[in-house]
């Protein structure tokens, strides 16, 4: 129920509304100070209470910091009073509150109250733009406000909230704007560095005391002037074109030249910023000249002495140390990183080098580096362990001298040599001697050292006494005849001179003789006879193995020959797998290596790239040719019978190795024959993995002079003919002992051959087999120095056809395809991620399945034009897929083109897929090219028969 005097309050807001609007006007045109004043006389007035006041929270003291104070219509002095137990703890950083009656009651501890006589009590909070408590409006009185009116003062008051916190943070901005800018004038007149203010046009606006000095000006000759005038090196468009620069990037600081009053010039280091809101370019100014100077002095100075100490072999250092402390490193330079394999910032970071030396000398260095004083040298020879754990001896010769202003600081200047190569040449003749006694006399063999001239014995171990039941004395002195059993032909004076003449002339050999004991009995040994200089004289070094046992084990030995076949076979099911095994990693790298390219790479990146391709093609190499000896041994390599076209053949052999050719400057000719026919029947494949082999090898070996590939007829018919194949070249060259295993498997020439050149010591071996399995022959010729020369003989078909084979073994699917819609199954998520983008940089949209449940799933709700299908994986492998897909296509009478992604590269595995319904196949390591041209292929046949 409306009272009266409720009616009246509303009438007396309806009176004094005008007053409002007035008020509210009024505000609106003040800022600042005088805002603050107006609003708490107009709130005063309006709504008729004692006291208006605006208060500033002082978080660093819990108190309210007046701002503006109104009592009865009167502005009075600000005070400061503490926030807690006061009714703004209930409102500042809370919510506006009301307190209706009895103020000064509810909060006894608030004296002010009391003493102004509050009974009523209306408060807002104040936030920063921050949304942080930044104080309080509030409104009191010594009587109630009437009901009516206190939701629309609480409004107004809420309105006013906003603009109040504004006009105090305005205020106080101001202010501390203002103390800034004398602070400001004060750094720039006493700053040592040049200021300057230039306009949007590059003319000077203000300049400090600093800069004028600099220069020589005085601060009017400088104002109005253009940058480019005292610029001394840019003409005024490259100012025109720096300035551009600076308002597009905000900042720039680089070295320029500024020309003096009096003509010289500075160098000077600027630091400028564009003020976008002024549209001015603020400069310091720093000069440089001097410093500048100092480092090109100090710079020509490095220079030379890094020239020196690069050129020696040694490594140069500088520590030094306290008394009774570890010496530091201070300085490192020549081979330092070269000799250890650390880096200077390396060892600068351990502070000590002692660490890099062997545990095993590390006391004895350190405790001879701390016995040295001022003046002592010492020269020492210790073990460093490398960086890669290799151990390197090292010779140092050190001095310590005396700091001249520190007497306690000793400083050790140093040179430190590499004396690996010569301490293990000396320390490999005295093992080499010892080895040698022990040897000669610990060998469970029997060693005769014989006079090369007589064949005479002149030396022996003890086995050689146990063996041939004779005293040492007795077999000194005796030959060879006189230890075999008395008149046998077979082994007489005639057959050991053959044998010495030959180990003399051929080198060494390896044969079997008879041998008697004085109690007449026999025994079978094994002989090693080879010519050797011992104390500068020609000596024959006689091994002699007792073979009884192995004479008499040959029915075991056949026995074991029948199990090393078995697990020959094992082998190459191992090497198989294995390769399978090494191909998914090995495809997920070069897949990612064909990637990367296609990315922005710098130079440095695109060395590393080149590097990573060629060690992978090396051990896809690697790979194919233990894959290879596999299928051999295994029987199941097959060749193949197809047109094709020999010139072709021979160029591309040639374009392979042309580059390498020409860079060891060495000759590649290629020689074939008037009577090469244009087409054969063959294996092409096999017979250019033969001819790349030779050639190969034969760049390989040759350092000068040339490599020749020449192609013979050798007979013909109507239907055949057989060709040579002669891969001559001018390098090395081989022993005779060498030819005799050089088409074995894992063999090379000697172990340094492999260290040099590289290689598996798989290639000839490969030659070999393939050559007989085309029907053919291999055979080498060679002389150490004098070049080598491989022959092939092969026979092939005459083509009969009419169909020119250039031209059919050049035809190939574009590689470019239209956008296709393609469905990767691959389990790797590797190889699944390198297919995938580059097949979408070639423009296809992918979607990838990680396995054949849901490829399955993906197919029955979408439908691609092509699907990349992984054999191998878990669960549902590639066959199981295709064979549920080809299922589903009976029913629906739809073909979707499916190649296969395989890391099984055996003889048949391709037929074999073909077969089963796979319209392409593709071995891992993926090849985007060769991807792509069987992906058009399998486009194009589409369902066809797959030959």
Excluded at 116 to 125: A, D, F, I, M, N
Excluded at 315 to 320: K, M, Q, T
Excluded at 564 to 578: C, G, P, R, V
Excluded at 596 to 606: F, G, I, M, V
Aim: net charge negative.
């Amino acid at each position: 129920m409306t009272t009266a005097a409720d009616r009246h309050a509303v009438d007396e807001l309806v009176r004094i509304g005008p007053l409002l609007e007035e008020a509210l006007e009024g505000t609106a045109t003040t800022v600042g100070d005088a805002f603050l004043a107006a609003l708490v006389t107009t709130l005063a007035r309006v709504l008729n209470v004692r006291y208006a006041v605006v208060g500033r929270l002082l978080p660093q003291h819990a108190a309210i910091q007046t701002l503006k104070v109104c009592v009865d219509g009167e502005l009075v002095e600000n005070i400061v009073y503490p926030l807690s137990g006061t009714p703004c703890e209930h409102v500042v950083g809370l919510a506006p509150r009301y307190f209706a009656a009895g103020a000064a009651d509810l909060f006894p501890k608030d004296e002010l109250l009391r003493q102004l006589q509050v009974e009523c009590y209306l408060g807002v909070p104040l936030y920063s733009s921050r949304h942080e408590p930044l104080g309080n409006l509030l409104l009191m009185d010594s009587k109630p406000l009437p009901e009516a009116l206190v939701p629309p003062a609480l409004k107004l008051m809420e309105l006013f909230a906003l603009r109040t916190a504004g006009e105090i943070e305005r205020a106080e901005r101001e202010q501390q704007l203002a103390i800034q800018d004398i602070h400001l004038g004060i750094i720039l007149n006493n700053s040592r560095d040049g200021l300057l203010t230039a306009s949007a046009d590059a003319r000077i606006l203000a300049v400090n005391r600093a800069y004028c000095t600099l220069l020589g000006y005085e601060e009017q000759e400088l104002l109005g002037r253009s940058i480019h005038e005292i610029e001394a090196n840019e003409t005024m468009e490259e100012v025109d074109a720096h300035t551009r620069k600076i308002v597009e990037q905000g900042f720039d600081r680089f070295i320029s030249r500024h020309r003096c009053k009096d003509g010289t010039t500075r160098d000077l280091e600027l630091s400028i910023s564009y003020i976008a809101e002024v549209g001015q370019f603020l400069t310091i100014a720093r000069d440089v000249t001097e410093r500048l100077l100092l480092e090109r002095q100090l710079l020509d100075s490095e220079q030379r002495y890094q020239a020196f100490t690069e050129l020696s072999s040694d490594f140069c250092h500088v520590c030094s140390r306290t008394a009774g402390g570890p010496y530091r490193v201070q300085w490192i330079g020549g081979q330092f990183e070269r000799i250890t394999g650390y880096g200077n910032d390396e060892l600068l970071a351990l502070g000590c080098w002692l660490p890099l030396v062997h545990p095993d000398d590390r006391e004895r260095v350190a405790a001879g580096l701390l016995r040295l004083s001022a003046g002592d040298e010492l020269r020492s020879e210790f073990r460093l362990v490398r960086k890669d754990l290799v151990v390197r001896w090292i010779s140092e010769h050190s001095r310590c001298v005396q700091d001249p202003v520190n007497p306690d600081l000793l400083r050790l200047y140093g040179s430190a040599r590499d004396i690996t190569t010569v301490h293990d040449n000396t320390l490999a003749l005295q093992t080499a001697e010892n080895a040698y006694r022990t040897i000669f006399n610990a060998t469970n063999d029997v060693i005769f050292i014989m006079d090369a001239q007589q064949g005479m014995i002149i030396d022996c171990n003890k086995q050689a006494v146990q063996l041939f039941g004779r005293p040492r004395v007795d077999l000194i002195g005796s030959n060879p005849v006189q230890l075999s059993p008395p008149d046998h032909p077979d082994f007489g004076f005639e057959q050991a001179a053959a044998h010495i003449r030959s180990a003399i002339e051929e080198g060494a050999q390896l044969f079997e003789w008879l041998c008697a004991r004085p109690d007449g009995s026999t025994f079978w040994a094994e002989v090693s006879l080879r010519a050797a200089e011992i104390n500068g004289r020609q000596r024959l070094l006689a091994v002699v193995r007792d073979i009884s046992e192995r004479k008499q084990s040959m029915q075991e030995l056949q026995q074991a020959r029948d199990a090393a076949l078995q697990a020959t076979t094992a082998k190459n099911e191992f090497l198989a797998n294995m390769s399978h095994e090494v191909r998914t990693p090995l495809n997920g790298i070069m897949g990612l290596s064909q990637l990367l390219r296609t990315t922005s790479l710098t130079e440095e990146q695109a060395g590393y790239m080149d590097m990573l391709d060629s060690s992978a093609r090396n051990l896809l190499v690697l790979i194919n040719d233990i894959l290879d000896i596999s299928r051999i041994e295994a029987g199941s390599l097959t060749i193949r019978q197809t047109a094709f076209s020999p010139a072709k053949l021979l160029r591309e052999v040639a374009g392979m190795y042309e580059k390498a050719a020409a860079e060891k400057g060495i000759g590649l000719d290629i020689l074939p024959c008037d009577e090469l026919p244009a087409a054969l029947i063959g294996d092409p494949l096999r017979l250019r993995q033969v001819l790349i082999n030779l050639v190969g090898n034969a760049i390989k070996f040759t350092s000068h002079g040339g490599v020749t590939l020449r192609v013979d007829c050798l007979e013909e018919s109507a239907t055949g003919i057989r060709l040579g194949f002669e891969v001559s070249d001018s390098g090395i060259g081989m022993s005779a002992e060498t030819l005799q295993k050089i088409f074995h498997p894992f063999t090379q020439a000697d172990a340094s051959t492999s260290r040099v050149h590289g290689g598996s010591g798989l290639g000839l071996a490969i030659c070999r087999r393939l050559s007989e399995l085309m029907g053919g022959s291999i055979r080498a010729e060679s002389s150490l120095g004098q070049g080598s020369r491989f022959i092939v003989e092969l026979p092939f078909g005459r083509y009969l056809g009419t169909q020119d084979t250039e031209e059919t073994e050049t035809a190939a699917p574009a590689l470019r395809l239209e956008p296709l819609r393609i469905l990767l199954v691959e389990d790797q998520e590797v190889n699944r991620t390198f297919v995938q983008r580059l097949l979408e940089r070639q423009g296809h949209r992918i979607a990838a399945a990680a396995d054949g449940l849901m490829a399955l799933d993906l197919l029955e709700r979408e439908q691609y034009d092509l699907m990349l299908l992984d054999i191998q994986m878990p669960g549902m492998g590639g066959e199981e897929v295709l064979l549920q897909l080809r299922r589903n296509e009976r029913k629906n009478g739809r073909h979707l083109p499916v190649v296969a992604l395989t890391a099984h590269a055996l003889a048949g595995d391709r037929e074999k897929l073909l077969a089963s319904g796979f319209d392409g196949y593709v071995s891992k390591p993926v090849q985007m090219d060769q991807l792509l041209a069987e992906m058009g292929r399998a486009r194009a046949m589409k369902g066809q028969p797959q030959q």
